[in-house]
């Protein structure tokens, strides 16, 4: 064979690395163009089986291993990965939903999911309702003809309700529609949605799984194989690929991530106990505490809680003394989302965001990161001054 000229030796080398080679990362595997070892090789690969490399955006090694690690968490067969947990929403509802369709969502819903039903109202021609979270198994009454797809979360991640997700379950299985989860909040390490009934799971991996603040990315569960391969249509479809580079990451946050979500537990309800005690706030919404709606649900379903909890503040304090509490903490970001290490803090109009809120007062959600339990709570003592 003619030697090849120092250009192409560039690009095409002799060399291949030894085998044999084992660590416990798993390895991060780039790739758009995947290569096929011959035609019949690249004719009998089907990317919907993954029983063979196809196109980077249909999966590497890497987002494969991601995917299976995922699904053995909440107790799946399948899992799919998203660009975020918005993505990954987005992804159910364009799976399972057509025009004329029906498509039910606490009262409670993540925003973004609310913004999405409502665009899904406005040019889609698919109705999105809303019910009170509480509702159990009271939800048949709201389930139509042309209802297909009943929405979860668990508990809501402002406002907190536990929903009886067993009664909802019940109730949408006998009349044929199926029931998503988000189950965020608990990780799939404190709840195990399956063994309560619904048909999807969504996770935020940007939260606890990743645990840095560094990454976005979201994942659906399944069990039935039929009803994985309607979500994973709409994957390609949607072209919703992720890095290797952050599912390598997710990846290594996995081993610590059950002591993480264990620590902001113990050091959440801490918290959570001391503001409870405190003349400025009248009510902390806390799905571990007795007076938290659902609570009775949570003691029966999950087996810890997280570091994600609200609270109210008495209703005579106005919007710009919280706000004024919010910029006093100096510990806690102002920021979305939960599950790093750093402490956050939000503030949240809640009665323009609930069709069915009653309580007064204003809602200012805490994220309990891994900081010294004592020093946060002395830096929210002399917020408290500022009010």
């Known amino acids: 064979m003619k030697k090849k000229s120092p250009q192409t030796t560039l690009i095409h080398s002799d060399y291949a690395a030894p085998e044999g080679f084992a660590a416990y990362p798993t390895a991060i595997h780039h790739a758009s163009t995947v290569l096929f070892k011959d035609v019949a090789a690249m004719r009998s690969g089907e990317w919907k089986e993954k029983n063979a490399y196809t196109y980077g955006l249909h999966g590497t090694p890497t987002t494969f291993t991601l995917e299976a690690r995922l699904a053995e968490i909440e107790g799946g067969s399948y899992c799919l990965l998203a660009p975020s947990g918005l993505a990954a929403i987005a992804m159910v509802d364009f799976a399972l939903l057509k025009t004329g369709d029906d498509v039910l969502l606490p009262d ?16 889609f021609g ?17 389930i139509q003809p042309n209802t297909k797809l009943i929405w979860t979360e668990a508990p809501g991640s402002v406002s907190m309700e536990v929903p009886d997700l067993p009664a909802i379950c019940k109730a949408a299985h006998e009349k044929g529609v199926l029931v998503a989860l988000d189950n965020t909040w608990s990780a799939g390490l404190a709840l195990r949605g399956f063994d309560h009934g619904v048909d999807i799971i969504m996770q935020a991996l940007t939260k606890y799984q990743s645990g840095g603040s560094d990454v976005l990315m979201g994942a659906l569960v399944t069990r039935d194989r039929a009803l994985n391969d309607r979500l994973a249509l709409a994957h390609m479809r949607l072209g919703m690929g992720v890095s290797p580079d952050d599912a390598y990451l997710v990846m290594r946050g996995l081993p610590s991530m059950k002591l993480r979500f264990d620590a902001h537990d113990a050091s959440a309800r801490q918290v959570a106990q001391w503001l409870k005690a405190r003349p400025e706030i009248s009510k902390v919404l806390h799905p571990a505490f007795e007076d938290c709606p659902g609570h009775d649900i949570w003691k029966r379903d999950f087996i810890g809680a997280g570091g994600l909890f609200s609270v109210l503040f008495d209703p005579k304090y106005t919007e710009a003394q919280t706000d004024r509490f919010v910029d006093a903490l100096t510990l806690f970001g102002l920021g979305y989302s939960w599950g790093g290490a750093n402490s956050l803090v939000m503030p949240y109009r809640i009665q323009g965001m609930r069709q069915g809120w009653h ?24 917020a408290l001054a500022a009010l």
């Open 108 to 123: 409670n819903v993540y925003n973004p999911n609310r913004e999405l039903g409502n665009w899904l109202t406005r040019d």
């Open 126 to 142: 698919i109705t999105a309702r809303y019910y009170n979270p509480l509702v159990g198994a009271a939800i048949a009454d709201l």
């Open 359 to 382: 309580d007064g007062g204003m809602l200012v959600r805490f994220n309990i990161g891994l900081e010294d339990t004592g020093d946060l709570i002395a830096d929210i003592e002399q």
